[in-house]
């Protein structure tokens, strides 16, 4: 008998690992089991994955569905990995909580560099592993060096199509060879699940906001994400559309509204705030409300409504996200690089109406260059594709995307006057400055 787990922390999760089985991305197990996880700041505050509106449907693709929180409750799922000596008896525990016996298992994770994921695949050593990104971050670098003994049991990368063309960094230092899930696997399931009995309002064409909880991630101050939707509020009806439904970020603590519905109120605008007893997955939302403009930051939501719902899209903070983003390899980085690059931001009216997409080759060698900076001992192979676009494509738009410092740690072009540029291909002298930042951080 083999048994594969399938861990997912978001209904997002959910839909595109049901959309991978329905397309015949996996073989037949004996028993498939689906294990969610909450995994906020504060768990025990937002809604289970299993409440989401239509979540039975989904549920069916299951033998099983288990609670990774209530596993190893009290230890919080973000943050907790076994200690190594422990794995081989927290395996134990599972195999008899979970009823595995002595079974063959296989697993189904998101990126295995942090959260649940890593702790599955170092509870469960030696097991096949498959990976899925359901959103942007995919196309950037693996976050964290990964134990090699992880790394080397990935057999694929699963994804869903978001930026066509685009190549995928993530696990591609150990091989991994990226398969997407078909996005008519994908639509179908949104479908499935938008015949299920969900109250949304009845509002014709809205502009949709798509909330997003930035400030729980630690990524910008609430102050500042407070901002970032009333500037929703004012773009779309700058753009001229008179009613707005705004989704909250369903897995974030509540806020009030007020401010939204006072702004919309001085523009002249009608403003619904989706108030759903059950979380509704944004899928569902774009299916149902065919909004006539979707508006959000960086969420898989945004690029999934120009990619598989054909809606016009618009960004909204995503320069001042770059900005904020430290350290500079924060895994936000990727998203928000590609939401500014590829979508048009809610202030530039023309962009909005053309929705003209970012070339291929200029988009390549942007993620190349980003990826580098970000972690160049996890993709030192990256080197020559970043210089060559930071030699031609650097500006006064692109350099948003790039830390002046960081390129100078690097000797990346940029920051090294072009007389001097040999001395980036000197190994020698790179070691040196890497020698003497060293020295430098130890004085201080």
């Given amino acids: 008998m083999t048994i594969r787990i399938f861990h997912a922390s978001s209904p997002a999760a959910t839909v595109l690992l049901a959309s991978a089985i329905d397309a015949g991305c996996f073989t037949e197990p ?104 359901e959103g942007p971050g995919g196309y950037g670098p693996t976050g964290e060096k990964i134990p090699p003994l992880t790394g080397v049991r990935v057999r694929r990368l699963l994804h869903p199509d978001l930026v066509p063309g685009a190549r995928l960094l993530l696990l591609g230092e150990y091989g991994v060879e990226p398969r997407t899930v078909p996005a008519e696997a ?64 369903p897995y974030a603590p509540w806020e009030d509204p007020a401010a939204l519905r006072a702004e919309a109120d001085r523009l002249g605008v009608e403003l619904t705030v989706l108030e759903s007893p059950s979380p509704v997955p944004a899928d569902v939302l774009l299916h149902r409300l065919r909004p006539a403009l979707v508006v ?81 001992k996890v993709h030192p192979d990256l080197r020559p594709a970043a210089e060559r676009y930071l030699s031609t494509h650097l500006d006064d738009r692109t350099w948003r995307y790039f830390k002046r410092r960081r390129l100078a740690s690097l000797a990346l072009p940029g920051v090294v006057p072009a007389r001097l540029a040999f001395l980036r291909s000197s190994p020698a002298l790179r070691r040196v400055a890497r020698r003497a930042k060293a020295l430098r951080n130890g004085r201080g």
């Fill in 186 to 249: 994908i639509t179908k399931v949104v479908g499935e699940l938008a015949d299920t009995e969900v109250e949304l309002p009845a509002v014709e064409a809205p502009a949709l906001l798509l909330g997003q909880d930035l400030a729980g991630a630690g990524l910008i101050p609430a102050a500042e994400e407070a901002g970032l939707r009333l500037e929703m509020v004012r773009g779309a009806a700058a753009l001229g559309h008179r009613r707005l439904v705004f989704a909250p970020d």
């Fill in 296 to 376: 959000g930051c960086t969420s898989a939501a945004l690029f999934g409504a120009a990619r598989f719902h054909g809606l016009p899209v618009a960004a909204v903070g995503t320069g001042a996200l770059l900005e904020r983003l430290t350290p500079y390899e924060n895994a936000e980085r990727i998203p928000a690089t590609l939401a500014d690059a590829l979508l048009p931001g809610i202030g530039d009216g023309e962009a909005v109406a053309a929705q003209a997409p970012c070339s291929g080759a200029e988009l390549d060698g942007l993620l190349a260059a980003v990826g580098f900076a970000m972690r160049p």
């Fill in 30 to 133: 004996d028993r498939r089991i689906l294990l969610l996880s909450r995994t906020g700041p504060a768990p025990e505050t937002v809604a289970d994955v299993s409440e989401t509106a239509g979540f039975e449907r989904l549920r069916a693709r299951f033998d099983e569905v288990l609670s990774w929180n209530d596993a190893i409750f009290p230890f919080h799922p973000a943050g907790w990995t076994p200690r190594a000596d422990d794995a081989p008896l927290w395996e134990r525990h599972f195999r008899r909580a979970w009823g595995l016996d002595d079974e063959e298992l296989e697993l189904v994770v998101d990126s295995p560099h942090a959260g649940p994921a890593r702790a599955l695949t170092q509870v469960f050593a030696g097991v096949p592993v498959d990976v899925y990104a």
